[in-house]
């Protein structure tokens, strides 16, 4: 069963944006937080944003001023609005999920691509 569904990637300009968008599953069960990171060619995959259930947020520096997590806890989904998008943004961006027992679940990732 897939828990977690990205989407929301493509391919997009230098300066342009993109909304990511993350579903998590019921069965997953309660959410503490959720989380974005990326992983880019060659790269170890990289911290992006949290958002807690209380609607709490924490940005890595690299982002924090072009990125905007945000969450819907009755939808059970997550979004990344992503502007200003610069080359280096070029990643797949994985969903994380930790659950009230503390189990991490993962997506299987949406590709974004910043190019001209």
């Known amino acids: 069963q897939v828990q977690l569904v990205e989407s929301g990637g493509g391919l997009v300009q230098p300066g342009g944006s993109l909304r990511l968008s993350c579903t998590a599953s019921e069965s997953i069960g309660g959410i503490k937080f959720m989380r974005w990171y990326r992983q880019a060619p060659g790269n170890q995959r990289s911290y992006v944003a949290t958002i807690t259930h209380s609607g709490d947020t924490i940005y890595a520096d690299l982002v924090k001023d072009r990125f905007t997590i945000s969450g819907d806890n009755a939808k059970r989904m997550v979004y990344l609005q992503m502007n200003s998008l610069k080359p280096e943004d070029t990643a797949v961006y994985y969903c994380?999920?930790?659950?009230?027992?503390?189990?991490?679940?993962w997506g299987q990732g949406t590709q974004v691509t910043v190019s001209a």
């Open positions: 994380q999920a930790r659950n009230i027992d503390r189990y991490d679940f």
